[in-house]
């Protein structure tokens, strides 16, 4: 059995986000199976991490901030502001999609684990999602 849904996520500012709490209603379809999140943006990024302690989110943040800078010198890329290109880097370090089981209808993330909207752009529109779930 295959089931195709779209999320269409609130806006929300740049930063790191658990976002999992919008997608566990539309599994349950399938009860053995995977998962397939897709985000349809180019600046924005998905990503599993820890979904306990808020300062992981900030610090995940403050990292890639430090790592790719917004208005860097090099970028030529600059049209829709300081923070577009930036954002666009982070996004191709980072991924648009994930992949996860499926078990007894459930998401089967480790007991830590969360999945995060990483938002690259200060002012961001509201994010979409293509959920596929494939299975029995």
Not at 16 to 25: A, D, G, S, W
Not at 51 to 70: A, G, H
């Amino acid at each position: 059995m295959t089931h195709q849904s779209q999320i269409t996520l609130p806006k929300f500012n740049r930063g790191v986000y658990l976002i999992t709490k919008y997608i566990e209603p539309h599994i349950g379809l399938i009860k053995t199976g995977i998962i397939n999140i897709f985000l349809q943006h180019t600046s924005a990024s998905l990503a599993i991490n820890e979904n306990y302690e808020k300062d992981v989110r900030l610090d995940v943040e403050d990292f890639l901030n430090s790592l790719i800078p917004d208005c860097w010198s090099g970028f030529r890329h600059t049209l829709e502001g300081c923070d577009d290109m930036s954002a666009h880097m982070k996004n191709i370090f980072i991924g648009s999609s994930l992949t996860i089981p499926i078990s007894n209808g459930k998401l089967n993330l480790g007991t830590w684990q969360g999945i995060y909207l990483l938002e690259h752009r200060d002012y961001a529109s509201n994010r979409n999602l293509i959920i596929t779930q494939i299975g029995e």
